[in-house]
């Protein structure tokens, strides 16, 4: 069924994507995680972590990155989804964990 998918994907992917535009991209998805972690947007930011990651699969796809670059860029993911993870900690805790249910099964007050 999604035999004629695949092929078009894995031609585009392999053969046709513009590494500019997927180096731009890459760039802007970081600026935009980074830019969103300092608006208390955790979730958003965490999106654009994932994007981050799909770039970077297709950059390594196409041989784009050298070995050397691919250490750094995967350095770069980690440390941002560090980041976004330690930004959602903070946004959970000023709600006052809400979802954490205390002792008796109750939930913690927001």
């Not at 969103?36 to 699969?57: D, I, R, W």
Request: aromatic share 10%; proline share 2%; charged share 25%.
């Amino acid at each position: 069924v999604y035999h004629q998918n695949e092929v078009e994907q894995s031609a585009f992917n392999f053969e046709h994507s513009s590494v500019e535009f997927l180096l731009r991209q890459f760039n802007d998805y970081e600026a935009q995680a980074k830019a969103l972690m300092q608006a208390e947007l955790a979730l958003p930011a965490y999106e654009s972590v994932l994007k981050c990651g799909h770039t970077f699969n297709l950059l390594d796809a196409r041989g784009a990155i050298s070995v050397t670059e691919r250490a750094a860029y995967i350095g770069r993911i980690r440390n941002l989804a560090r980041e976004v993870a330690r930004s959602y900690y903070a946004s959970r805790e000023r709600l006052g964990f809400p979802m954490l249910g205390g002792a008796d099964g109750s939930k913690a007050a927001a």
